[in-house]
Structures are given as structure tokens and as C-alpha cells.
């Protein structure tokens, strides 16, 4: 990661182009220089506050400062969506909807008119640059830049598909990298809101209790737990249109006229009473295996349509490679279904296909597209966040009286962790610069002994804090991965961002047994030196130890908080838990005991 | 029944509002529903106070912090499981009920406060206010719910906590600025009431603009809704084109 830079380092000439994501959940900035993506940070990871959707001033002031630049600098600011034609759908739903829509309209319109409208008025008062420097996109052109744009393919086809956009909630199409400017996203077709697969599938995680743009993983998880029992009724919900896209019947839901439930009585009717959220799911009851037959039904649905779409784009394109964005593209289980069943050899996701991605996707957009500059290859890792300071750690620490070791020698310290989780201590692991998007991929991770079920129940227990069904995920050296894994051809690339669902080999789903879902199946990340070469080194005197180089690899937080950042946010996550050992760079701590007297 | 912990003494106006605080967590419904809010409140206040344990700058401060944020993620936890279990014996029941919210108002979640870029003093300041009116209304709340064992025994241990918290922020306070930690205290009671205020004023601009939008609502929008309505009839489902000219021009909002 570089270090903060000098202004003078900046070629006066190159393009500056920071794109910005907000308003709607995971509110991010990220900033480009001469095309090249310098930085990139979700505003949670540094208000501390989960999903902060808040316009990302921490997000902006932090690349900013990190590229040694002042707004003034800047070419262009780009947001991820056209704020005009978002109110244009919210108002438009609230007059289809008249009168049953009157409770939600004025706080509709309180939210739009109070702050969400005037986004180029919010930019320009807050970094004071000209309006005729704010851009924006489109909300799926920027989901699908940031999939086309950072990916290692020349022509790909693009499916991006979420909750909602502007109007779009899916779209298809497809790109094209030119050196000499003459890159192009297009995407001709879409299908547009109330119709949407996250919406259909926001539904199901509302039904089940979780919390709707936040917890649809869990809904996945719990997918494994079920049999798709449910899915004639599921199918009720959703139909095939004669074209090959997909139509929602409306009746079944609510999301689109008032917005303060998701799903209809009508709903209610067909699954059952829907589960409370402050509810345990206990999957030995009737109720708790009713929900994850729900949980597996949707999934089952939901995969069908999506490869249904991908097989239709493939044979429309002709194109080998594929990428996907969009919040849905974070499911993993129909992502690993689209490379196995649409006929694409290669799919493409990036770390953060979501929301905050956009903030780096409409910035690429802008450069590559709108000013037609040059393509360029982008670094193919995720982390563009803040970087730790090992001696940030080392000094708190010291203060309360831990054990600290300053390891200069990386072999010493590499040794010492693999001994520890060797031994079955839990480690966290902080190295170089936060990851953008919501998977830990060996930056901000929790590690731990992937084996044996012992270790994932004491980790949900004890260091999660969260629902027994939870599955862990794997991290494993890519050339290792085979060995454990049934890894299809071209899923190594899906691996590399944890962005697909594989089975583990039967003969080591016991040895597995933390990261082996109970459908045998697991999320794995497999990693390559050149990506994160500390980790890779980890894995690699692992498995010298253990025979098996797999570790768990879960993300640094606790159940509600986001990711950690700095060093001091992993050292007060590793003082609430039961985390052995903390290391942040070159720094390791290990864990007193002891209480501060309450008298 | 008789809880065996330190007493903490309500103030005069709790005292007041103890009848009215009786008749709220009378229901049932509504009692879930405020343990559950109470659960979010303290939640919410541990990770603020957890944030000030990681940009505090005083080591014993941040181990306190620490103690002190830890307490409140348990109470955000107890709270929920108590309203859980609330809950399931309510679970047939649908009646809507008044929730008297901020009759009954919850914890002290410092969500008002930017834990980043406030004092060691005026945290300190902040949270002993905060505390000791807490332990004030939540005496209250114990006493109204000794008809409900669980729940009152909920309260008595949080209590038990808020004590702690109320004397350790005070002493640290005294600690730290031993010759302004009074004027320190006044200060947050001002910056209190400025934002007791101000909360009043946005919650009251909020009703009226809810009424003046819900007026408009009914008065000029039914030509526009049957417009929208007759065009959502016109609209087809499946594959929409997109429109050609959509990404000429970044510099369009629409």
C-alpha cells in the first residue's frame, strides 16, 4: 500500500476522478488518478457505524488525504446513481399505490426532499467544487463497471442485478476494453422495479426475520439447512415472462406501495406466520425447519432464474466470460450455478459487488467512458483501504499490560501465529490495507483451526456471537484448493473473492468440519501469493505443522459492527472476545486476563 | 419483592411520572416493545462508548470505557432476551397499541454525541448525566414491574451497573480536571438540554411537515395517482429497452 502522498508526486496533468456512493446502504468513496484506482473505503469502516449510508465525508476526506490531494484538485466527481430518476420511481410508486400509499408518502418525501435529491448540491457545498464537475451514472452502469472495468477480461458479457436502482433492477449487456478509448459497457435490456430478484429475495429475509439489506447472507446460510420443499409456492410469486425475463406477482407483496412491510398478507397466507426477529431459530421444531425450507426454496428459485437469464445472455453473446454485479452477486451458491449451468467458462465478480463498489465502478465508468481515456489492467485484489500501524497496537497494548512481541524477523512471526493456531488458539489477523466490500479476504481476518465442528461452535459462541446455524469459510493456497475442494473449471477465479459456494471433498468434510456447511458445501477463498503473500506464508507453515494448509477465515467484527479498521479496533474487538492472539503487522499480543475493579 | 442492591433514588419528576409509567408497562405488547427499543438503546450507546474507548488517549480511561461498554452491550442483550421470551407467550396477539415512546423514554445511548470529537471531559461529563438519569428512570421502571419477577430482576442487575458507571465516570472526571470537573458537568447539562430541544423542535417540524405532505397528499396528488396508475397499466412486464440516450451524458440527474 503506498503511503500518503506528496502533492507534488501527482502529475499536474493526470485525471482525478473520485466516485462516491450514498444515501441508500454501504456508503463508499474511492478515488482514481491518471485511471488507475488509488484508494477505496466504505464510510462503516470509519464511523464505526454499520452500513453507515450517510453521505461518506470520513470516506472522502480519508482519499483525499491519502492521495495528498485538496477537492480543488479534482477532475470530476462522480456519483453512482442519477438521484432525479431514483425520485422520479419513489414518487412514481407512491401515486400508483394512492391511497393506500398516504402513511409512507410524507416520510417518502421527507427523505428524498430533505437531503437525498440534491446530491449535486450536497458535493459541491461539502468539497466546494463547481456543479459542472459532478457527474453521475446510472446505478446498474455503475454496478456493472465495476465488474466489467476491474476485471482481467477484454469483452465479457454483464448481468447486474439488485434490490433496485433508478428504475433497473437487472440488467444485461455487455463490454468491451479499448487501449485507444474506445471502451464501452452497453446494456440494452433491463427489467425494471417492482420486478426484482432482491426484492423477491429481501422478502424471504424480512419473512425469516433478519434484517432486509443486511442479513440476505444469512438467508443463504440457512438454505442449507432446508429442503426446497416450498418452491411451487415460491414460484407462485415469480413467473417467467414470454421474453425470458421474469415478472413478480404483486399481490404477494407490499414493498412497492408502502414500503413499511415487504411482503402482503396474501404472503402470510401461503408460508405460514412469518418468524420474529428477536426469535432463536431452532432447526430441531417444526417452525424452525418450516423457515429453513423457505430459506431453501428461494434460494432453489432464485438460482433457477438467474442461470435461466445467464444461459439466455451466453447464447445471445457468445461471449466465454461473464460478469456479475450487484448485491445479488454476492450469493454464492447461484454464482457457482451460473459457472456450472450457463455456459459462460469464466465468471467474474468483484470483492465489492454491492453498492459500495459503485462508489470505484462509477469512477471507472467516468474515466474509461466518459472521458474516453485509455484502459488500463487494474490491480486485481481488493484491498484500497487505510493500512494498520502494528505500532498502534504495540503501544496500547503495552499500556494495559499485555504481552506484546515485536517481530522484525517475518518468519519468527509467521511461525509463532502458525503455532498458535495450530494449537487451536483463535487469531486475529490484521495486515496492510482494509478491504473494500464485505468479505474479509485476509486483511481483517478472524483465523482458526478449520477442523473439526468444536472450533465453529466455539467461534459462533464465543467470538461471533451469533446464530448456531452460521456457517465459517475456508481460506486455502489456490494450488492446495483441488485437494479439498471439487473446485469446477474456472472456479478458481470465483474463489479468489470468496464469491461462490463449492462442495468440500467427502473424504475431508470430517477433517473440514469448522467450514463444512451441513449441505457439505462451503465458501471458499483461495488464495494466491501475489494477493496477500503474509497469509499465503501463514497457510503455507500451517499446513507444514498440521499436514492440512486450510485455515477458517471469518471477518474481524462481532455480530452488528463493521469490519475493523485501525489496530485499536481490532484490539477492543480482541479484548470482547474470545480471540487469543491479536496481529497487526509486525506486532503480536497475546491475551491477560484481568479485570478493571468495579469498586 | 425486595431488591438486595444499592438504592439508587429517583428524582422528584420520575417519582412524579411513576403512575403514568405503571399504566405503560401495564401491557404486555407494549412492555415487549419497549424492552426490545431498550435494547437497541444500549446497544447502541455500548458501541458509542466502545468507540470512545478506542480514541481516548487515557489508558485508564480506556479500559473503563472498555468495562463500561461491555455492561451495555449485555444489557442491549438482556433486555432482547428478556423480550423474547415476552414475546413468544404473546406471539397470536396483533392488537395495535399506543407505545407511549417518549413517555417512557429508553437508556442512554450516546447517539447524540460525536464520540470522535469529544473531550475526555465532556464524554465523561456526558455519560455521569446520562448514567445517573438512566438509573433514576429505570429505579422507576424496576419498582412499576414487580408484578414481572424476570423483568424487574432485569432491571435490578442493570442498575446494579449504572451505579457503577455513574460514580466511575464522576471520579474520572475529578481525576482528570480536578478544578473544572463541576463547570464540566453544568456545561453537559446545557448541552443536554440544547439537544432535549432541539430534538422537540425537529421531532415537531417532522409532524408538521407529515401533515402538511399527508394535506398535499390528498388534495393534489389523485389526479396524478390515476395518471401513474393508468400508465403502470399501459406498462409492460418482462424486458424493458433501455433507453438509448440514458448514458450520453453524466452530467444529467435524470
Same mark, same amino acid.
Given at each position: 500500500m503506498q503511503a500518503i502522498r506528496s502533492r507534488d508526486s501527482i502529475d499536474a496533468g493526470s485525471m482525478k476522478i473520485l466516485g462516491i456512493s450514498a444515501h441508500y446502504h454501504d456508503s463508499a468513496a474511492a478515488l482514481i488518478i491518471d485511471g488507475m484506482p488509488v484508494c477505496a473505503v466504505q464510510e462503516e469502516r470509519l464511523s464505526r457505524r454499520k452500513n453507515d449510508a450517510a453521505f461518506p465525508l470520513l470516506a472522502i476526506e480519508w482519499c483525499l488525504q491519502h492521495a495528498g490531494l485538496e477537492p480543488d484538485d479534482l477532475d470530476a466527481v462522480v456519483f453512482y446513481e442519477r438521484p432525479m430518476l431514483k425520485f422520479d420511481r419513489i414518487l412514481t410508486c407512491a401515486l400508483r399505490a394512492f391511497p393506500r400509499s398516504w402513511q409512507t408518502f410524507p416520510e417518502a418525501m421527507k427523505s428524498s426532499l430533505g437531503e437525498k435529491v440534491w446530491v449535486r448540491g450536497t458535493i459541491?457545498?461539502?468539497?466546494? #467544487?463547481?456543479?459542472? !464537475?459532478?457527474? /453521475?451514472?446510472?446505478?446498474?452502469?455503475?454496478?456493472?463497471?465495476?465488474?466489467?472495468?476491474?476485471?482481467?477480461?477484454?469483452?465479457?458479457? =454483464?448481468?447486474?442485478?439488485?434490490?433496485?436502482?433508478?428504475?433497473?433492477?437487472?440488467?444485461? %449487456?455487455?463490454?468491451?476494453?479499448?487501449? @485507444?478509448?474506445?471502451?464501452?459497457?452497453?446494456?440494452?435490456?433491463?427489467?425494471?422495479?417492482?420486478?426484482?430478484?432482491? $426484492?423477491?429475495?429481501?422478502?424471504?429475509?424480512?419473512?425469516?426475520?433478519?434484517? =432486509?439489506?443486511?442479513?440476505?447472507? !444469512? #438467508? $443463504?446460510?440457512?438454505?442449507?439447512?432446508?429442503?426446497?420443499?416450498?418452491?411451487?409456492?415460491?414460484?407462485?410469486?415469480?413467473?417467467?415472462?414470454?421474453? %425470458?425475463?421474469?415478472?413478480?406477482?404483486?399481490?404477494? /407483496?407490499?414493498?412497492?406501495s408502502t414500503a413499511r412491510r415487504s411482503y402482503s398478507s396474501r404472503f402470510v397466507d401461503l408460508f405460514g406466520l412469518p418468524r420474529l426477529a428477536y426469535e432463536p431459530i431452532d432447526l430441531s421444531s417444526a417452525d424452525g425447519q418450516r423457515f429453513a425450507d423457505c430459506a431453501a426454496s428461494v434460494q432453489c428459485v432464485l438460482e433457477d432464474t438467474l442461470v435461466t437469464l445467464a444461459r439466455s445472455l451466453h447464447e445471445e453473446t457468445g461471449l466465454s466470460d461473464l460478469c456479475l454485479g450487484g448485491g445479488?452477486?454476492?450469493? %454464492?451458491?447461484?454464482?457457482?450455478? =451460473?459457472?456450472?449451468?450457463?455456459?459462460?467458462?469464466?465468471?467474474?465478480?468483484?470483492?465489492?459487488?454491492?453498492?459500495?463498489?459503485?462508489?470505484? %465502478?462509477?469512477?471507472?465508468?467516468?474515466?474509461?467512458?466518459? /472521458?474516453?481515456?485509455?484502459?488500463?489492467?487494474?490491480?486485481?485484489?481488493?484491498?484500497?483501504?487505510?493500512?494498520?500501524?502494528? $505500532?498502534?497496537?504495540?503501544?496500547?497494548?503495552?499500556?494495559?499490560?499485555?504481552? #506484546?512481541?515485536?517481530?522484525?524477523?517475518?518468519?519468527?512471526?509467521?511461525?509463532?501465529?502458525?503455532?498458535?493456531?495450530?494449537?487451536?488458539?483463535?487469531?486475529?489477523?490484521?495486515?496492510?490495507?482494509?478491504?473494500l466490500g464485505p468479505r474479509a479476504l485476509g486483511h481483517r481476518s478472524i483465523l482458526a483451526s478449520a477442523a473439526g465442528t468444536e472450533m465453529r461452535d466455539r467461534l459462533n459462541r464465543e467470538v461471533k456471537f451469533r446464530d448456531e446455524f452460521r456457517p465459517f469459510a475456508p481460506v486455502v493456497p489456490i494450488e492446495a484448493a483441488d485437494r479439498y475442494f471439487e473446485i469446477p473449471a474456472g472456479g478458481a477465479r470465483l474463489a479468489r473473492f470468496m464469491s461462490a459456494v463449492f462442495r468440500v471433498r467427502p473424504e475431508w468434510r470430517a477433517a473440514l468440519g469448522?467450514?463444512?456447511?451441513?449441505?457439505?458445501?462451503?465458501?471458499?477463498?483461495?488464495?494466491?501469493?501475489?494477493?496477500?503473500?503474509?497469509?499465503?506464508?501463514?497457510?503455507?507453515?500451517?499446513?507444514?505443522?498440521?499436514?492440512?494448509?486450510?485455515?477458517?477465515?471469518?471477518? /474481524? @467484527?462481532?455480530?452488528?459492527?463493521?469490519?475493523?479498521?485501525?489496530?485499536?479496533?481490532?484490539?477492543?474487538?480482541?479484548?470482547?472476545?474470545?480471540?487469543?492472539?491479536?496481529?497487526a503487522g509486525q506486532t503480536r499480543v497475546t491475551k491477560k486476563t484481568s479485570e478493571v475493579s468495579r469498586e | 419483592m425486595q431488591s438486595t442492591r444499592p438504592l439508587v433514588r429517583p428524582t422528584g419528576f420520575d417519582?412524579?411520572?411513576?403512575?403514568?409509567?405503571?399504566?405503560?408497562?401495564?401491557?404486555?405488547? +407494549?412492555?415487549?416493545?419497549?424492552?426490545? +427499543?431498550?435494547?437497541?438503546?444500549?446497544?447502541?450507546?455500548?458501541?458509542?462508548?466502545? +468507540?470512545?474507548?478506542?480514541?481516548?488517549?487515557?489508558?485508564?480511561?480506556? +479500559?473503563? *470505557?472498555?468495562?463500561?461498554?461491555?455492561?451495555?452491550?449485555?444489557?442491549?442483550?438482556?433486555?432482547?432476551?428478556?423480550?423474547?421470551?415476552l414475546l413468544q407467550a404473546l406471539r397470536s396477539s396483533s392488537k395495535p397499541v399506543f407505545r407511549a415512546d417518549w413517555l417512557a423514554p429508553g437508556g442512554?445511548?450516546?447517539?447524540?454525541?460525536?464520540?470522535?470529537?469529544?473531550?475526555?471531559?465532556?464524554?465523561?461529563?456526558?455519560?455521569?448525566?446520562?448514567?445517573?438519569?438512566?438509573?433514576?428512570?429505570?429505579?422507576? *421502571?424496576?419498582?412499576?414491574?414487580?408484578?414481572?419477577?424476570?423483568? *424487574?430482576?432485569?432491571?435490578?442487575?442493570?442498575?446494579?451497573?449504572?451505579?457503577?458507571?455513574?460514580? *466511575?465516570?464522576?471520579?474520572q472526571l475529578a481525576r482528570i480536571s480536578p478544578q473544572h470537573h463541576r463547570r464540566h458537568i453544568w456545561r453537559a447539562r446545557c448541552g443536554r438540554l440544547w439537544k432535549a430541544y432541539l430534538r422537540v423542535a425537529s421531532a415537531l417540524a417532522g409532524v408538521i411537515g407529515t401533515l402538511l405532505m399527508t394535506v398535499q397528499y390528498f388534495v393534489l396528488m389523485p389526479p396524478f395517482a390515476w395518471l401513474a396508475k393508468r400508465g403502470a397499466r399501459r406498462e409492460c412486464q418482462g424486458w424493458t429497452a433501455a433507453d438509448p440516450d440514458a448514458g450520453d451524458s453524466l452530467t444529467r440527474q435524470y
Open positions: 459541491s457545498s461539502y468539497l466546494g #467544487v463547481p456543479s459542472r !464537475k459532478i457527474l /453521475f451514472t446510472r446505478h446498474h452502469q455503475s454496478h456493472a463497471a465495476a465488474a466489467f472495468l476491474a476485471a482481467p477480461t477484454d469483452r465479457a458479457a =454483464i448481468l447486474t442485478t439488485d434490490g433496485v436502482g433508478e428504475w433497473a433492477t437487472l440488467t444485461v %449487456g455487455h463490454g468491451t476494453r479499448g487501449t @485507444n478509448g474506445g471502451t464501452t459497457i452497453t446494456l440494452p435490456r433491463e427489467v425494471r422495479f417492482p420486478h426484482s430478484l432482491g $426484492m423477491l429475495y429481501s422478502a424471504f429475509t424480512a419473512y425469516l426475520g433478519f434484517a =432486509i439489506n443486511e442479513d440476505e447472507y !444469512k #438467508v $443463504m446460510g440457512l438454505a442449507g439447512y432446508g429442503r426446497p420443499t416450498v418452491v411451487d409456492k415460491v414460484r407462485r410469486l415469480i413467473r417467467q415472462t414470454a421474453d %425470458g425475463a421474469f415478472a413478480l406477482d404483486l399481490d404477494y /407483496f407490499e414493498f412497492h445479488v452477486a454476492l450469493n %454464492g451458491l447461484a454464482n457457482a450455478r =451460473i459457472l456450472a449451468e450457463s455456459g459462460f467458462t469464466r465468471v467474474f465478480v468483484p470483492p465489492a459487488p454491492g453498492d459500495a463498489g459503485c462508489a470505484l %465502478g462509477a469512477a471507472l465508468y467516468a474515466d474509461r467512458i466518459h /472521458f474516453g481515456s485509455p484502459d488500463r489492467d487494474i490491480p486485481d485484489h481488493p484491498f484500497w483501504g487505510p493500512s494498520v500501524d502494528g $505500532m498502534e497496537l504495540a503501544r496500547i497494548a503495552s499500556e494495559d499490560g499485555h504481552a #506484546v512481541d515485536r517481530c522484525e524477523d517475518e518468519d519468527v512471526l509467521i511461525g509463532q501465529t502458525a503455532d498458535d493456531l495450530a494449537a487451536g488458539r483463535v487469531v486475529g489477523w490484521m495486515d496492510g490495507a482494509l478491504e469448522a467450514i463444512t456447511h451441513v449441505d457439505g458445501t462451503t465458501r471458499l477463498q483461495a488464495l494466491d501469493r501475489e494477493m496477500s503473500p503474509r497469509l499465503y506464508a501463514l497457510l503455507q507453515a500451517y499446513g507444514q505443522r498440521t499436514g492440512v494448509p486450510v485455515l477458517l477465515n471469518t471477518s /474481524f @467484527n462481532l455480530s452488528g459492527e463493521p469490519i475493523v479498521n485501525r489496530a485499536v479496533e481490532g484490539y477492543s474487538t480482541f479484548l470482547r472476545c474470545g480471540i487469543d492472539v491479536l496481529v | 417519582r412524579m411520572l411513576a403512575p403514568l409509567h405503571r399504566w405503560i408497562w401495564r401491557d404486555h405488547e +407494549r412492555r415487549v416493545h419497549k424492552l426490545m +427499543r431498550f435494547g437497541e438503546t444500549e446497544t447502541d450507546g455500548g458501541r458509542d462508548i466502545l +468507540r470512545a474507548a478506542e480514541v481516548t488517549s487515557d489508558p485508564l480511561l480506556r +479500559r473503563l *470505557y472498555l468495562v463500561h461498554a461491555i455492561d451495555e452491550l449485555r444489557h442491549g442483550a438482556m433486555f432482547r432476551q428478556r423480550a423474547a421470551s442512554h445511548g450516546a447517539d447524540d454525541l460525536e464520540v470522535d470529537g469529544e473531550s475526555d471531559h465532556s464524554m465523561l461529563a456526558f455519560l455521569h448525566l446520562s448514567e445517573k438519569a438512566a438509573a433514576s428512570r429505570f429505579t422507576v *421502571y424496576r419498582d412499576v414491574l414487580r408484578d414481572d419477577p424476570p423483568t *424487574y430482576a432485569v432491571f435490578d442487575e442493570i442498575l446494579h451497573d449504572e451505579t457503577f458507571h455513574m460514580n *466511575y465516570t464522576l471520579t
